[in-house]
Structures are given as C-alpha cells and as structure tokens.
C-alpha cells in the first residue's frame, strides 16, 4: 500500500524534518528532491522503526546511486530520487516507522512516500561507512560511492568473510554498475558507484581499502 509522508516541503540550512507513519509492515520508502538550484543531492536521510535505525543517516548521493542499481532512480544536482528497498519489517503495535530528511543547505520540494502493510522476503538495513576500515554484520551487497567518477580506479578493495577473500578494484565494480543501468544520466551515475560484493546469504563481512576518491561505502544487511 503506497502511503505519503509528505510532499512539496522545505527544509532550512543545518535542520531537519521528520515524516512517521503508523502500520502493519513496511517495506519501502521513496524521496524525491526537486530544488530550484543545484542542491538537490545535499540531504542525508535516517529512517528508523521505534527506536531501531535501519538506514544512518545516509548521504543523498551515496543512496540514490544505489537507488540506480536496483531498478532506477536520478542522482543529479537538480533532480534527485530514490527508492529504499528495505525487504519487510513487522512492526510492534506501538512501534512507528520514522523518516528524518537533513539538509546540509538550505533545500526545498521535497515529497516523501513509503510502501507499508505488504509482505518481502527479509528485513534489511543498510549502512554507510566512512572509515576506510570497518567490519559489517549480517552483510548482502557492499556499494564504494563517490562524488567524482570511479572507473579509473585501480586500487585494491579487499573484502573477508567466513566463505571467500577477494580484493577486486574498485574498477572493477563499476564494471557490474555499469551493465545494471541504461540511460545517459544512469551511465554517468553508474560510474561514480561500485558494486563489489553480491553475497548469496547474509555474512559478516571485513573490508579494507586504500582509495583516496571513495567517499563511503554503503552495505546492505540483514536487519537482526
């Protein structure tokens, strides 16, 4: 069932906003920034069921390029959207969904919008990482983003979990970006986003990387 959270809002310098709703389940939630200027991917978004962060307040960059991966979505200075897939989770009766926009400048059109009381496979939480060095929990696909193209990036990204070690470059993971979009706009955000790690089952995972471009990798997870 596609809910609105709100639609056309403002949003100051250095402030936020938050949308909740009441439900069942939910599963995704969908943002859109349409700000006159250029500003469009200057937010970060948090959302939280009751008191459980299941997305840290995640850079508007970084989450939109995955947004492109996984079925479409715009990651542009004027016009920015995406969708947050986050599988399905039941919530407790008194528990509500919360979704907190922050504007790093001062934004404005922002509408928000959430699938809720469907069903999906798992719950899922996703995670952005700054440090170059980081252990993630329970971890699915592993996403190295940036502000600034990654497909001449030939250093190593090493991944460990209790099945395989690998250390790709980051190039390489544009490469899968790449073949998963279409499009003059998606192609050009595909190359600033590397998807590096596709796991069949949830595992803790180790990454380490010594890229300079990379601004922080986006793992998602399963949500314990």
Known sequence: MLVTLGSNASIAEGASQTFQYACDSFQKVYVRCDDDGTDA???FITVQIGNKVICNDIDFEGISKVSLLN???SST???TYFEIDFGSHVLDPLENVYVTLRASVAMT???VSAEVNGSGVMPLKYT???DSVFTDSATINIYAWANA???NDTSAFTIRNQSYSATPQVQSGVNVSLSKVTGADAIAGAKEIALLAQNEQPMNTSVN???TVID???CMSLCG
């Open 109 to 111: 059109a922002f509408d």
């Open 128 to 130: 952005n990482y700054a």
């Open 209 to 211: 990387y010594g890229s």
């Open 77 to 79: 200075d004027a016009d």
């Open 41 to 43: 991917q200057k937010g």
């Open 149 to 151: 193209t990654l497909e």
């Open 216 to 218: 922080g990798v986006i």
């Open 71 to 73: 079925g479409g979505g």
